[in-house]
């Protein structure tokens, strides 16, 4: 089965330093990743979708990179602030022709002002 | 339209009782999933629908779940003889290319 998996459950971070978060798969590499935001008690937060062939993809103070050798993204969001706190979700697709998502367990990210 | 709506927020019930949940996509979506949610994980697929048809189902699903999408609009999930390993957030989302609208869920708690 195709897995995700995020490393940190927890990451604190100082306000204005740049926050990266790591994201890996298993078996073959999948033809998109996707990043979502969650806050407690709320639905996850579409952020950026990268493609296999896009080595970077950028959104405002966000960032997100896709190494298909290390079968690794990494999600950085630069200039933290107190409101980047939140839950954020790495998603594959579950297997080619599906457009179900799997998804890691998250890293809560915590930024302290 | 302010995107996915879900109904009730909220669900307390007792165990062997069946509930059903709503869900309104984004109006323009016609890819419209169900997930379940449970403290300290990340969504885990259920069902997913193009139009009205069902396409796809956990493996995971069990019987006493079953999920329908009458008109390509509107969808709803029942579970039946609702058991305490059901307590969970049951998310709904909506989509028309590969990113996915979630709504704000609803919160089941089985007594």
């Known amino acids: 089965s195709q897995k995700i998996e995020q490393n940190s459950e927890a990451l604190n971070i100082q306000e204005g330093k740049t926050a990266t978060l790591t994201c890996n798969y298993t078996?073959?590499?999948?033809?998109?990743l996707q990043w979502y935001r969650q806050d407690p008690g709320r639905g996850p937060v579409f952020l950026l979708l990268?493609?296999?062939?896009?080595k970077e993809k950028r959104k405002e103070r966000l960032k997100v990179t896709f190494d298909t050798t290390l079968k690794q993204s990494l999600f950085h969001i630069t200039a933290s602030q107190p409101a980047d706190s939140a839950t954020y979700l790495c998603?594959?697709?579950?297997?080619?022709?599906?457009?179900?998502?799997?998804f890691g367990k998250g890293t809560k990210l915590s930024v302290i002002p | 339209d302010t995107g996915v709506s879900q109904d009730p927020r909220h669900k307390i019930t007792k165990r062997g009782q069946n509930v059903t949940f709503r869900c309104d996509p984004i109006?323009?979506?016609?890819?419209l999933y169900w997930y379940r949610q449970t403290l300290g994980q990340g969504p885990e697929f259920l069902t997913y629908?193009?139009?009205?048809?069902?396409?796809?189902k956990s493996r995971l699903l069990s019987d006493r779940f079953s999920a329908e999408r009458p008109k390509g609009s509107f969808s709803t999930l029942e579970i039946q003889r609702t058991e305490q390993g059901d307590s969970a957030m049951y998310l709904c989302?909506?989509?028309?290319?590969?990113?996915?609208?979630f709504g704000p869920g609803t919160r089941l708690t089985v007594t």
């Open positions: 989302a909506s989509s028309s290319v590969e990113e996915q609208y």
């Open positions: 078996n073959y590499s999948p033809a998109y």
């Open positions: 990268i493609r296999e062939n896009e």
């Open positions: 998603a594959r697709r579950s297997g080619a022709g599906s457009y179900q998502l799997t």
């Open positions: 109006s323009e979506h016609n890819r």
């Open positions: 629908f193009q139009n009205e048809a069902q396409l796809e």
